[in-house]
């Protein structure tokens, strides 16, 4: 699978570069000796180990094999501005060379935002297939209360054990399901902003993520025929390989789309109580959702109303305020760079042959999966389906609010963000 990633190096239909700073990628029960090659090849003389108080005990395959000290992150790690301080506060002591990130996402979103902004390289031992953000170079961080994505580095290597990520909590794995299921709507809105704005987009990398999906339904489909390890690793690959799709494409457009914007809102708690849910639980729960309202307005497109789109009544503070309160700067900066509506990506929307652009629009319709087939495979994983199984208020009330609000957490066109600013302006 990582063999059809490096191809897109020489030559891509797309006609882009591509480029990966992770140039080793092991996935194997002896990763830790290759890390200790891996280590001594790069002259490194000074590594620190990331992590928190759940895998704290998995530093010990590490150290076995290399001196390393370590920094564990108080509590259940968050990726925010007070956990990097304390990782940020033990680098500037000790002078490490190296940071290898031992951990699921959160240690990973803290340690890759430190690396970069210490400019020291980083290297990354998962232990959980819950997340494809191992390496991503981007970090998604609660950043004094509103969630951003930072530009960050991804690992230079990443060593992935079985035998360690397969012991992790049943619960951790069905959310790493959920987050590649969740690559359904956010590669079909990849394909709207190209059909709409003309926003770069590429086959290729596309191709990938659909790949890694195929591949996990097919493991679904038989989930009785595998271990828990060979089980785990096909999830982790999967996962791995929505990363450096990520990492291709320069962002993080292959792997987020409407389905996370949903999450990122729950993250924010501008709706909604704080919840503990993980990532791909509620990307999951996010991918149900809008994956159902894409359907119902497939179904019947309305481009005459897409046209009527008012960018400056759907940027306007009186109407975001309500839900974003104190963060409501923040997101009108996110959604207007230049401070003008001109800047918005509902702005760069252009349907100039409105029949080539329906049939764009129902060709790219076909990808998406039938919704009672997805919730089939992510009951299997375990997946969360509800938001009430998240933790959140369970009432249809709740979710419509969430998929109007959700799409201004990114300036990133998505058909969710395109049908709730018709319908705003409608009314």
Known sequence: MFDNVTKLLTSCTCGKKHSLLTDECVVDNNCETA????????????????????????????????????????????????????????IDSVKPDVLIACGSGSVHDITRYCAFEKKIPFISYPTAASVDGFVSGVAAMTWYGQKLTFESAPPIAVFASPAVFCTAPERLTASGVGDVFGKYTSLFDWKIGKILTGEYYCEEIAGLEVDAMNDLTEVMLHRDAYTAEDYTTKVMNALLLSGLAMQLAGNSRPASGAEHHMSHLWEMARINEDTDALHGEKVAVGLMAVLRTYKKYLANVDLDAIRAINVEKVMDRAYLAPVYGELTD?????NMPDGT?????????????????????REAAQDLPDADELEKLLKIAGATLTSAEVGLPADEAFVEKTLTYAPYVRNRLSLLKVIKAAQLCAE
């Open 341 to 361: 509506p001109a800047s918005s990506s509902l702005s760069k929307i252009r349907i100039d042959d409105a029949d080539a652009t329906l049939a764009a629009i």
């Open 330 to 334: 923040g997101i009108l900066r996110e």
């Open 35 to 90: 890390m200790k090659q891996y280590i001594a090849g790069r002259g490194f003389a000074s590594p620190v180990i990331v992590c928190d108080e759940n895998t704290e005990k998995f530093t010990a395959n590490v150290t076995a094999q290399f001196e390393a000290k370590v920094v564990t992150v108080s509590g259940h790690a968050h990726a925010t501005e007070v956990y990097t301080a304390q990782v940020n506060e033990f």
